[in-house]
């Protein structure tokens, strides 16, 4: 079963996502900032991280940012109502897999969500040899 966190400011945002996943089988932990959640990562794991790019302090930019140079890399989805977080090759380096603008339809999350998950477990799979 796969590990996903919310980092969403919003409660009713927070409880909307976490709800529209579970029904997919994911174990969710919701966090309200970015850096409760890096409290948290320190001795916990996840697949995947979903974050609102405008939080308290940290943003969800700097911490895809702070996840990607850390001991467990997981892909991050923003979610965001204020348009573009960053430029493409930004989000790229910083291990953001898609953003989403508010209002967004579940579903579309949902695949997301499963692409993320499946291409994080790919890149972690040892590479298979052909036998001579």
Same mark, same amino acid.
């Given at each position: 079963?796969?590990?996903?966190?919310?980092?969403?400011?919003?409660?009713?945002?927070?409880?909307?996502?976490?709800?529209?996943?579970?029904?997919?089988?994911?174990?969710?932990?919701?966090?309200?900032?970015?850096?409760?959640?890096?409290?948290?990562?320190?001795?916990?794991?996840?697949?995947?991280? /979903?974050?609102? +790019? @405008?939080?308290?302090?940290?943003?969800?930019?700097?911490? *895809?940012?702070?996840? &990607? #140079?850390?001991?467990?890399?997981?892909?991050?989805?923003?979610?965001?109502?204020?348009?573009?977080?960053?430029?493409?090759?930004?989000?790229?380096?910083?291990?953001?897999?898609?953003?989403?603008?508010?209002?967004?339809? /579940?579903?579309? +999350? @949902?695949?997301?969500?499963?692409?993320?998950?499946?291409? *994080?477990?790919?890149? &972690? #799979?040892?590479?298979?040899?052909?036998?001579?």
């Amino acid at each position: 079963m796969s590990h996903i966190l919310i980092v969403e400011d919003e409660p009713t945002t927070a409880w909307a996502l976490a709800e529209g996943l579970s029904d997919d089988g994911f174990t969710i932990d919701t966090f309200r900032s970015a850096e409760e959640a890096l409290v948290w990562l320190r001795d916990g794991s996840s697949d995947l991280v /979903i974050s609102d +790019l @405008r939080l308290p302090g940290m943003s969800g930019l700097e911490l *895809a940012n702070k996840l &990607r #140079r850390g001991r467990n890399a997981q892909p991050v989805i923003l979610v965001t109502a204020y348009g573009n977080p960053g430029s493409p090759a930004e989000l790229k380096r910083a291990g953001v897999t898609d953003v989403f603008t508010k209002p967004f339809l /579940i579903d579309e +999350l @949902r695949r997301a969500v499963r692409g993320a998950i499946a291409g *994080a477990s790919a890149r &972690r #799979r040892p590479a298979l040899r052909k036998a001579a």
